[in-house]
């Protein structure tokens, strides 16, 4: 019996290392079972053929503490499918790193706190107490104008003493906390809420907010049961447990953090079902101005929201309505390098009651500075992966939130909520005059010369002729060599300087099947809704970046009768196909594989077949 139970964990696909690094057995029984089930608390490092490399780290521990994930349940999975016993040291780490997660609390500070405080002379008089129980106050606006300009205080407070005196200890730290009477205890301004939670997790210490936050502006909105043009509108099962995994019920520690779903699954549906859910004005903030318009269009659609309540506020209208749709880029946009940002006044003016930061991934860097000050408000960040190539993954989720419901993308596929894929990597040759110029170049105009490889064009007009079936989206990153690609195919280019008008139009013209071929650059990666595209060819991309690739892949994943085809073409023995590498971990992680075909003429693709299944990175 003994020798069975031995033969069978030897079948399993994990190897759980001292170093807490995890290697995976793709070819094991249990490696798509094994996969779903380290999604929630770890994190892919790399994909090759056979071995894939996963790695524990604090952050995706905290993510799943938060989301109701147990450090004991991580444990529970590594033990089911490690073929070798787990590392004692690696569970031990495990529970103390999860369990830090609620060591520290944010919570409202006390009136008798505060005028302790006042008295002992750490503070000035004019200090407003956060109301402990969020209650509607009918003199509250009284209250609001009387105490304009006053500060307002939070509590810190450690578990226990070493944790207090460890904080206590850090010199960054002392401009922003203040030691008080509660035992084990700071305080702090609202101001700061955002600041120290973010230099916090820096430290290694993730806080737990608990301070209620506050009811915004009220605003009738519901759901309609039918769309504008007649069907039924049904919200999908893992949509509502997304909303109320953020909603909560409404008390401390609710109504912040971040969704986590693929490309094409309706996370505009999960934002507007949220928003139905609190009833409150709303701010949303999205990637451009092509995906400003399809959220309103959808606010229109599906909501009881009329068009004369939202407003756009974009470089090409600034206005401020119950429901404000912005773009990223307005709100950075300043006069020179050093002034202020004009635009983060759309923060203040109006008593929001829920921020949506769309494609919360790309929440730039300044943004981050006004989302610090703003965490009395409701907010949820939509995404489908929270992979950063700039490493602030950190920031994410001590500001907007943590990660509160994710779902893998290929549990989505087999219900049929998004369309099944195939990803193709094709490899091909430099041509032999452009490979003395790459030896001698540098290293970043290594990467250009890779991508432009004049022998994709050749492929691309194959790809199109081949599957003239599919409704195909050219991606690239490099203008001269999108134009060409258009100009050989004589179809519609849009790039960052077409106008928005134009874009509309296009966009319009390829749902409705006027057009079949589209060249998109970069400005198509994200936040573009364009559901009948079944075939995506990228020609060029940003570098290494996981989240590009990720985010191209799900432009064609809009559930559908045909299965979606995604070609990655790749200049053989060129940094491009080291950056390729790296660009398709995310996707590895969420159980894709591309199927590798070195090109020598167009019968190369032969090999393709409607029903063909995928290798496991093999080479054909």
């Given at each position: 019996m003994q020798n069975n139970f031995d033969a069978q964990k030897m079948m399993n696909p994990l190897i759980v290392q001292s170093d807490r690094s995890i290697l995976m057995d793709v070819h094991a029984p249990l490696a798509d079972e094994c996969r779903n089930a380290l999604i929630p608390f770890a994190e892919l490092e790399r994909s090759p053929e056979h071995l894939h490399t996963y790695r524990l780290t604090p952050l995706s521990l905290w993510n799943a503490t938060s989301a109701g994930f147990t450090y004991q349940d991580a444990i529970d999975v590594l033990r089911k499918y490690s073929r070798f016993d787990v590392p004692q040291s690696v569970e031990v780490w495990i529970e103390e790193t999860a369990g830090r997660f609620g060591k520290l609390r944010m919570i409202p500070a006390p009136c008798e706190v505060v005028e302790f405080e006042k008295k002992a002379g750490h503070f000035p008089d004019d200090v407003v107490v956060i109301n402990p129980g969020n209650q509607v106050d009918p003199c509250e606006e009284e209250k609001k104008k009387k105490n304009q300009g006053k500060e307002e205080y939070l509590l810190l407070v450690a578990e226990t003493k070493p944790i207090y005196k460890q904080i206590n200890a850090n010199v960054q730290l002392r401009k922003y906390l203040t030691p008080c009477q509660v035992e084990n205890a700071f305080i702090l301004l609202l101001t700061d809420r955002g600041t120290i939670k973010q230099k916090l997790i820096e430290l290694g210490w993730p806080v737990k907010d608990e301070v209620p936050l506050r009811d915004g502006e009220p605003l009738d909105v519901s759901l309609n049961e039918k769309t504008s043009s007649g069907k039924d509108f049904v919200i999908r099962n893992y949509q509502t447990e997304a909303a109320k995994a953020i909603v909560g019920d409404k008390g401390p520690g609710t109504g912040f953090g971040t969704i986590v779903l693929p490309c094409g699954a309706g996370k505009t549906i999960v934002g507007m079902t949220i928003m139905s859910m609190l009833k409150t004005s709303t701010l949303i903030i999205t990637t451009n101005i092509t995906s400003v318009h399809q959220w309103i269009d959808e606010l229109v659609d599906k909501t009881n929201i009329p068009r004369d309540m939202i407003a756009e506020y974009t470089g090409e209208s600034k206005t401020i309505k119950p429901v404000t749709v912005a773009t990223y880029q307005i709100l950075t946009w300043r006069p020179d390098k050093v002034g202020p940002y004009p635009h983060f006044s759309i923060f203040r003016d109006r008593p929001w009651g829920l921020i949506i930061y769309d494609e919360v991934h790309l929440?730039?860097?300044?943004?981050?500075?006004?989302?610090?000050?703003?965490?009395?408000?409701?907010?949820?960040?939509?995404?489908?992966?929270?992979?950063?190539?700039?490493?602030?993954?950190?920031?994410?989720?001590?500001?907007?939130?943590?990660?509160?419901?994710?779902?893998?993308?290929?549990?989505?596929?087999?219900?049929?909520?998004?369309?099944?894929?195939?990803?193709?990597?094709?490899?091909?040759?430099?041509?032999?005059?452009?490979?003395?110029?790459?030896?001698?170049?540098?290293?970043?105009?290594?990467?250009?010369?890779?991508?432009?490889?004049?022998?994709?064009?050749?492929?691309?007009?194959?790809?199109?002729?081949?599957?003239?079936?599919?409704?195909?989206?050219?991606?690239?990153?490099?203008?001269?060599?999108?134009?060409?690609?258009?100009?050989?195919?004589?179809?519609?280019?849009?790039?960052?300087?077409?106008?928005?008008?134009?874009?509309?139009?296009?966009?319009?013209?390829?749902?409705?099947?006027?057009?079949?071929?589209?060249?998109?650059?970069?400005?198509?990666?994200?936040?573009?809704?364009?559901?009948?595209?079944?075939?995506?060819?990228?020609?060029?991309?940003?570098?290494?970046?996981?989240?590009?690739?990720?985010?191209?892949?799900?432009?064609?994943?809009?559930?559908?009768?045909?299965?979606?085809?995604?070609?990655?073409?790749?200049?053989?023995?060129?940094?491009?196909?080291?950056?390729?590498?790296?660009?398709?971990?995310?996707?590895?992680?969420?159980?894709?594989?591309?199927?590798?075909?070195?090109?020598?003429?167009?019968?190369?693709?032969?090999?393709?077949?409607?029903?063909?299944?995928?290798?496991?990175?093999?080479?054909?």
């Open positions: 929440l730039p860097a300044p943004v981050f500075r006004v989302v610090a000050e703003l965490q009395a408000v409701r907010r949820v960040g939509l995404t489908a992966t929270l992979v950063r190539e700039d490493n602030c993954q950190g920031y994410v989720f001590s500001l907007v939130g943590p990660k509160r419901y994710d779902v893998p993308w290929k549990e989505l596929e087999h219900t049929g909520w998004i369309a099944k894929a195939e990803c193709v990597e094709v490899r091909l040759d430099l041509p032999t005059d452009r490979e003395l110029e790459y030896a001698v170049a540098p290293a970043r105009e290594k990467h250009r010369i890779a991508c432009e490889n004049p022998v994709k064009i050749k492929i691309v007009s194959e790809l199109v002729e081949r599957f003239n079936e599919d409704k195909i989206l050219i991606i690239g990153q490099y203008l001269d060599q999108l134009e060409e690609i258009a100009a050989l195919l004589k179809v519609p280019l849009i790039t960052g300087k077409t106008p928005n008008s134009v874009r509309d139009q296009i966009y319009g013209d390829f749902k409705s099947g006027k057009v079949r071929v589209l060249v998109v650059s970069k400005v198509a990666n994200f936040a573009v809704d364009l559901p009948d595209a079944s075939m995506a060819i990228q020609v060029s991309g940003t570098f290494g970046s996981r989240q590009e690739e990720a985010q191209r892949l799900g432009r064609i994943l809009r559930p559908k009768e045909r299965t979606s085809r995604f070609f990655t073409l790749i200049s053989r023995s060129t940094v491009e196909e080291d950056f390729g590498s790296n660009r398709q971990k995310f996707l590895a992680e969420q159980g894709y594989s591309y199927r590798i075909i070195k090109y020598a003429d167009a019968s190369s693709f032969d090999v393709i077949k409607d029903d063909f299944a995928l290798c496991h990175n093999g080479e054909i």
